[in-house]
């Protein structure tokens, strides 16, 4: 059976501003994979110490979720964190900008610079499309662990779960079971 932590990235959730939803819709989900849950990590906008709980995290355990930081502003530190955490720098991939610009021009906007920023991933991952925003996520296979890096945002963090990661991790892991909880009261 595969272990799993995650790490909720933002310093929103430290300083109690938002609430953290995306810890326990993940942590059902694995449940219901049959993944184990080994922990759960909150760490805010800080590429050093997110790169250290991404380090450690590896060690322990075959799959490392995270959420948040995959924004377009300068305090969305999560693809750099990654990057530093493996030793390789980030690389742009024009396949993710185009598909930042095609969401863009869907709603008739123009992208920014900043939004340019979401195309850089670190280099050697595996890019995951973001159909229902302009994050675009990112899995990275290190040995037996996987990094999978999700947006903050709930809606689209479940979508993602539900429509691209599922079928991963059943086809990386070889999942088949379940792990079924029951509370007393």
Known sequence: MPSAEIITIGTELLLGEIQDTNTRYLARFLRDLGVDLYRTTTVGDNEE??????RESMQRCNIVISTGGLGPTVDDPTRASVARALGV???FR?????????RFTRYGRTPSENNRRQAYIPAGT???????????????????????????V??????????????YLREHFALRG??????LH
């Open 49 to 54: 110490r997110i790169a250290q709980v991404i």
């Open 89 to 91: 720098p980030t690389e």
């Open 94 to 102: 024009p396949e993710l900008w185009e598909q930042i610009q095609a």
């Open 126 to 152: 595996i890019p995951v499309e973001n159909p229902v925003g302009t994050a675009p996520c990112f899995i990275a296979e290190v040995g037996a662990c996987s990094i999978i890096c999700l947006p903050g």
């Open 154 to 167: 709930p809606r689209e963090m479940e979508h993602l779960m539900q429509n691209s990661i599922l079928t």
């Open 178 to 183: 379940t792990i079924k909880a029951r509370v």
